[in-house]
T-cell receptor, first 115, second 113 residues
Framework: DTEVTQTPKHLVMGMTNKKSLKCEQH?????MYWYKQKAKKPPELMFV???????INESVPSRFSPECPNSSLLNLHLHALQPEDSALYLC??????????????FGPGTRLTVL | GQSLEQPSEVTAVEGAIVQINCTYQ??????LSWYQQHDGGAPTFLSY????GLEETGRFSSFLSRSDSYGYLLLQELQMKDSASYFC??????????????FGAGTRLFVKA
């Protein structure tokens, strides 16, 4: 299985809602990533998990809360978002070490709209 | 700071060869990767260069010169389906046990019949 899956594909939420994005991979990757991508822009790194521990937080506002329950799953909990948070949220995974981090496998993304 | 520069757009015809350049300035450097992203799709890994030289994978090749902080992606025998955005990405190094990837702004390739 060489696939990263993400649910939901689309999400519309109000500024007072709480929702979660989910990501799953079964490639045995021990690094998992959350990226945010705006239209016609590159992916921007948000969080990195290495061996299920948060290793990088790119100064992301606390209204985004990541969670890695096990080596296959990655969640992003959303609360009190702003309209400018509307974007495509991409999950990725990779091996760790020996350059494995340079080949990341991306999921199809969740297109989030905040009203 | 960290920066990557690549052309914003390139247009070529079917069957042609196109080269997309990437120059980078980063505090550290582990390697240069290339990703393809079709409109509405997710980025897909194409290639990775850690050492100087050319890596070939089918119609795509990637080159790196560490001394020049420069790399390129070469696409041969262009097909309409190659119309997409292409991102170079740099790994500046491990930071607090994690791994950071910085993407260039992307080059939109238009392939014309």
């Amino acid at each position: 299985d060489t696939e990263v899956t993400q649910t939901p594909k689309h999400l519309v939420m109000g500024m007072t809602n709480k929702k979660s994005l989910k990501c799953e991979q079964h490639m045995g990757h021990r690094a998992m990533y959350w990226y945010k991508q705006k239209a016609k822009k590159p992916p921007e790194l948000m969080f990195v998990y290495s061996y299920e521990k948060l290793s990088i937080n790119e100064s992301v506002p606390s209204r985004f809360s990541p969670e890695c329950p096990n080596s296959s799953l990655l969640n992003l909990h959303l609360h009190a978002l702003q309209p400018e948070d509307s974007a495509l949220y991409l999950c990725a995974s990779s091996h760790l070490g020996q350059g494995g981090e340079n080949e990341q496998f991306f999921g199809p993304g969740t297109r989030l709209t905040v009203l | 700071g960290q920066s990557l520069e690549q052309p914003s757009e390139v247009t070529a015809v079917e069957g042609a060869i196109v080269q997309i350049n990437c120059t980078y300035q980063t505090s550290g450097f582990y390697g240069l990767s290339w990703y393809q992203q079709h409109d509405g799709g997710a980025p897909t890994f194409l290639s990775y260069n850690a050492l100087d030289g050319l890596e070939e994978t089918g119609r795509f090749s990637s080159f790196l010169s560490r001394s020049d902080s420069y790399g390129y992606l070469l696409l041969q025998e262009l097909q309409m389906k190659d119309s997409a955005s292409y991102f170079c990405a740099v790994s500046p190094g491990v930071d607090t046990g994690g791994f950071k990837t910085i993407f260039g702004a992307g080059t939109r390739l238009f392939v014309k019949a």
